[in-house]
């Protein structure tokens, strides 16, 4: 009994010492002059080992400390909701409880450069840092003591339309002779609108070829763009500057292009029908697309209706295409999101107990790579989304498009944020309405007449985000069901250089309006040589 006793003395000494060396680590953060009245949002610690961080800056001040995209756990982040705090009060971040790799108190111990935000929109998971939120300056602590935090700052936004002081004089003239171009679409849907019993507009910018005007008894071929993940009404002006200035030279072909704004509160709705982001399909088919037609001289057939997109903007084009086969005339969708949930960046989502996070050998799935380096892994990209808010995250974005509403009313989760596991009963949801590949197979019979040679899909072979994977199953489905579609995969590119051609970083644009432009103007002179194309 005595040696027991010993023993169990010597193991509560040692839980005792282990309690004390992790103790929470605690930050006091109050409202400075940022604000004048009291203010709600999702609070946010950023740390970062001071000489990461030092080093990162190269010689100049720390002025942020922001998540990862490409190194998530170079940063911890703590997180907590804070609602009504008042201009000199402060609240208490148990850096502990809500944090991202890891506790705080386990954190290795040092000198870290320390921010606090308070995103008052709850856009951070989508857009990161940007107007209206409160910040801190960067501060120098030792993490194990936490410390005191001030939010000095209220962030503004930035003109859309105006270049970096680092542009060329050209592109910064580019840019003001596009903003004169483009104009503006704030269109409220009244189908949207129904669905979420307010008003909800539709965002675009229209951009109109060189003549338009000179010309008023021509019709023009429309493109329908639609950006990626992350990307916004203001983020689209840089590629309508492109687009403006490539038909001006020739480079492109006369038509108007549709810049489609498909951000939202919840991430990217993607143009889907869906029960939770409302009908933004239908939306878009008709009531935008009929509205524009009244007010610009465009075709108005579907051999004059043509989509482009990115990434999400991908994805949401093939969708649309797809569901819509009638009425557009082809998508050109680049890299899209997954378009065959049997490879979901690289996970089977149909397989017997499938998990995100894990292979069945335990080994972690990744999410991101460089050629081939790993970057990522999905495990890490999700559960930072969750610290990060509920809204606006990559994944949880998905689950907003593609799951059915749970009873909360919130969509329901593909999978635990927690273990990775797989929810098969979602997974079926997600099959029966999203999984483009099996729609397509399902339903060719009815497809055929109206989608046959409208799929062009092109992506990198070492995409960033494993992309390439489903593309190369959705050709084998349309392959073995006789259609003609064209599939393109561009050797050694990646996510982020695909429309590369020669020195021109947005070079297959120009390619792909040609190839719409044919379509739509079969007897048409082309140029000998696209510019841009190697």
Same mark, same amino acid.
């Given at each position: ?16 010492? =282990? ?32 000489? @990461? ?14 998540? =990862? ?51 008052? #929109? ?82 675009? *910018? ?70 939770? #982001?409302?009908?933004? =399909? ?15 001289? $465009? ?95 990559? $994944? ?9 509403? =749970? ?19 979602? @997974? ?15 339903? *060719? ?52 250089? @695909?429309? @590369? ?34």
């Amino acid at each position: 009994m005595q040696i027991l006793r010993a023993l169990l003395a010597s193991l509560s000494l040692s839980l005792a010492i =282990g309690a004390q060396a992790a103790a929470p680590v605690v930050f006091h953060v109050t409202l400075g002059s940022a604000a004048s009245k009291p203010v709600s949002g999702r609070l946010l610690i950023f740390a970062k080992p001071l000489a @990461v961080a030092k080093a990162e800056a190269k010689g100049q001040p720390i002025t942020a400390i922001d998540a =990862g995209e490409f190194n998530p756990r170079e940063t911890a982040i703590a997180a907590l909701e804070v609602r009504d705090l008042a201009p000199g009060k402060s609240v208490a971040i148990d850096a502990d409880l809500n944090a991202f790799p890891q506790a705080f108190s386990s954190l290795p111990d040092g000198v870290y450069a320390v921010q606090a935000v308070l995103d008052q #929109n709850h856009s951070y998971n989508y857009l990161g840092r940007g107007a209206g939120d409160l910040v801190s300056p960067v501060t120098e602590l030792r993490l194990s003591a936490g410390g005191s935090l001030t939010l000095t700052t209220a962030l503004t936004g930035e003109d859309a339309w105006t270049a970096s002081d680092a542009a060329s004089p050209a592109f910064k003239a580019q840019l003001a002779q596009a903003k004169d171009d483009a104009r503006r679409i704030d269109f409220v849907s009244p189908a949207l609108s129904k669905f979420w019993g307010r008003p909800i507009a539709m965002r675009a *910018w229209v951009l109109t070829p060189p003549g338009y005007a000179s010309h008023p008894e021509a019709h023009y071929p429309t493109v329908f763009y639609t950006h990626g993940f992350g990307g916004n009404l203001e983020k689209l002006t840089y590629i309508v500057a492109y687009v403006d200035q490539a038909m001006a030279s020739g480079e492109a072909p006369p038509m108007i292009w549709v810049f489609l704004d498909e951000s939202s509160p919840t991430g990217t709705h993607e143009f889907a029908d869906s029960v939770n #982001n409302g009908p933004w =399909g239908q939306a878009l088919t008709t009531e935008l697309i009929p509205a524009l037609e009244k007010t610009y001289r $465009m075709d108005a057939r579907p051999s004059g209706r043509f989509l482009n997109g990115h990434s999400s903007g991908g994805w949401a084009t093939l969708w649309l295409q797809t569901r819509y086969p009638a009425f557009f005339g082809g998508t050109w969708s680049t890299s899209p999101d997954p378009s065959d949930f049997h490879d979901f960046t690289g996970v089977d989502l149909y397989a017997p107990d499938a998990n995100v996070y894990r292979r069945a050998d335990g080994s972690l799935y990744p999410i991101m790579r460089d050629h081939g380096k790993v970057l990522a892994n999905l495990q890490d990209f999700a559960q930072l989304e969750a610290v990060l808010g509920d809204y606006g995250g990559q $994944m949880s974005s998905f689950d907003w498009v593609f799951s059915p509403r =749970g009873a909360d009313g919130r969509p329901e989760p593909m999978f635990s944020r927690a273990t990775g596991a797989v929810d098969p009963e979602v @997974v079926a949801y997600w099959r029966d309405h999203y999984d483009i590949a099996y729609r397509i197979k399902r339903d *060719w019979p009815s497809l055929k007449p109206n989608l046959d040679g409208k799929i062009h899909v092109i992506v990198g072979t070492a995409d960033t985000f494993y992309l390439d994977g489903a593309a190369h199953r959705l050709q084998a489905v349309l392959d073995g069901l006789g259609a003609k579609s064209q599939f393109t995969f561009l050797p050694d590119r990646t996510h982020m250089d @695909v429309y @590369v051609i020669g020195d021109d970083r947005r070079g297959l644009l120009k390619k792909i309006a040609w190839e719409m432009y044919a379509i739509a103007r079969p007897h048409a002179p082309r140029p000998v040589v696209v510019p841009g194309q190697t």
